[in-house]
């Protein structure tokens, strides 16, 4: 029998007052390799229906965050070529803000026995187990997509296979300043019991 324990309060408040900050509002230092490592393993200890692992991760850091920020910028020209320089520049700067942005890849695929969608939902979970793991440690985080996050060529130019998807981009560093938080849902509106 498993025993039943106090709740952790600090654990419980952790929870109920997290929130993103958005990455023009996040700094370093960032993470230690150690530290991102400790959080990457924390991430994958998530629901796993038949153990697929059926996401990765993509540590953009450093010099990185250019390369991979001169991709993005390039995507958009493709398609905007008329965009002035601080369009340009604010494309180029979408992974630049916080000190690391942590890529997680669904892998999600059929299989005989495991629903894609419980896959999905899986690298769903990685992504907040992540936030949450580095929240924990008094950084500041941001689960975001956006529109380079859904485009083929980036995800090509990432390394993703053609089967592969971005769950979410999540931006990890100090919070300059914390945003006043925004409303809630209220449980009455969302609790159905039966």
Not at 45 to 58: E, Q, S, Y
Request: aromatic letters at 6%; one cysteine or more.
């Amino acid at each position: 029998m498993t025993e039943i324990r106090d709740a952790d309060e600090g654990t419980l408040d952790l929870l109920r007052t997290r929130r993103s900050v958005p990455p023009m509002l996040l700094d370093g230092p960032g993470p230690s390799p150690e530290e991102l490592d400790r959080w990457l393993g924390i991430a994958a200890r998530v629901p796993d229906h038949g153990k697929l692992a059926p996401w990765r991760f993509l540590v953009i850091e450093g010099e990185g965050r250019e390369r991979v920020g001169a991709i993005i910028e390039r995507t958009f020209l493709a398609d905007v070529p008329q965009a002035d320089e601080k369009r340009r520049a604010q494309e180029r700067q979408r992974l630049a803000h916080a000190p690391v942005v942590v890529g997680v890849v669904s892998r999600a695929g059929p299989h005989a026995k495991i629903p894609e969608w419980e896959q999905v939902l899986s690298a769903g979970a990685v992504c907040m187990n992540l936030a949450v793991a580095a929240n924990a440690a008094g950084y500041a985080t941001a689960w975001l997509t956006e529109w380079f996050a859904y485009d083929r060529r980036v995800l090509d130019a990432l390394g993703l296979d053609p089967a592969e998807r971005i769950a979410g981009f999540i931006h990890i560093g100090r919070a300059r300043e914390v945003p006043s938080d925004r409303p809630r849902p209220d449980l009455a509106q969302i609790v159905t019991r039966v």
